[in-house]
């Protein structure tokens, strides 16, 4: 059994969610997933409808689980809005709904929240607030039931959480790029962006060849370089 990615890499863009999913299925087809093929892709979201939707456009052959994470927070806004902050009532609620999570049975969790959202009265001021956390959380499950069969998942040792993902996210980009005073232009934060992933990559070495050699071409052919280092280079000699 293999725990952990293989042959990890980070890639990170402030453009357009389409060109990084383009990214993701070509990186897929050069670790040997190509469109159509028979080994199984599995992919976890935090649940975002257009991410799903273009993953499926790109990997049809792919299934997907919704971030569990995601769900057991939605309960526990639940939990916490009938019993009370921090009450064990609101603990053992929770605790029973992740149950029937872990177990397969979503739909009979759903059927409970529709349940309760009956009972309340639809014209109590007392019930609003109530009424419009259990409504939330049942439109946000109802549409993705087909991405929450986590019971199945976990017998398949298939990732039913996208913390690595974030964790990334927050690596990657935010410890670099959301530091204190830091202002950006779109343009100068992704060129630094895509420069913190070269890094992170451990391609420093390769990306630093390939610009030199394009500093060299440029140099021959008289036109003007731009190059910023603190160590000393040596110059050109007359070809």
């Known amino acids: 059994m293999q725990h952990g990615p293989v042959n990890k890499i980070v890639q990170a863009?402030?453009?357009?969610?389409?060109?990084?999913?383009k990214?993701?299925?070509?990186?897929?087809?050069?670790?040997?997933?190509?469109?159509?093929?028979?080994?199984?892709?599995?992919?976890?979201?935090?649940?975002?409808?257009?991410?799903?939707?273009?993953?499926?456009?790109?990997?049809?052959?792919?299934t997907?689980?919704?971030?569990?994470?995601?769900?057991?927070?939605?309960?526990?806004?639940i939990g916490r809005a009938y019993y009370g902050e921090?009450?064990?009532?609101?603990?053992?609620w929770v605790v029973e709904m992740k149950t029937q999570l872990?177990?397969?049975?979503?739909?009979?969790?759903?059927?409970?929240?529709?349940?309760?959202?009956?009972?309340?009265?639809?014209?109590?001021?007392?019930?609003k607030s109530w009424r419009e956390i259990l409504s939330a959380v049942i439109n946000y499950q109802e549409p993705?039931?087909?991405?929450?069969?986590?019971?199945?998942?976990?017998?398949?040792?298939?990732?039913?959480?996208?913390?690595?993902?974030?964790?990334a996210a927050r690596y990657v980009v935010g410890e670099r790029m959301d530091c204190s005073g830091m202002r950006w232009i779109p343009e100068h934060a992704e060129a630094l962006l895509h420069l913190?992933?070269?890094?992170l990559n451990g391609d420093w070495d390769k990306f630093f060849e390939w610009s030199y050699k394009r500093w060299?071409?440029?140099?021959r052919k008289e036109e003007k370089v731009q190059v910023r280092t603190n160590e000393p280079i040596e110059l050109l000699k007359a070809a």
């Open 13 to 21: 863009s402030y453009a357009p969610g389409w060109i990084i999913l």
């Open 102 to 127: 872990y177990e397969g049975r979503v739909k009979e969790l759903l059927s409970r929240l529709r349940e309760m959202l009956k009972q309340l009265s639809w014209r109590a001021e007392r019930d």
């Open 23 to 62: 990214w993701a299925r070509r990186q897929a087809t050069k670790r040997g997933f190509p469109p159509g093929t028979d080994k199984r892709i599995h992919i976890a979201i935090d649940g975002v409808p257009c991410l799903k939707k273009g993953l499926s456009a790109l990997s049809p052959e792919a």
């Open 86 to 92: 921090g009450s064990e009532e609101a603990e053992e």
């Open 144 to 167: 993705r039931l087909d991405m929450m069969s986590y019971k199945d998942y976990i017998e398949e040792d298939l990732p039913i959480a996208s913390g690595i993902v974030e964790g």
């Open 196 to 199: 913190r992933c070269v890094e």
């Open 216 to 219: 060299r071409d440029e140099l």
């Open 64 to 77: 997907f689980a919704l971030d569990i994470i995601h769900v057991e927070e939605k309960l526990w806004k």
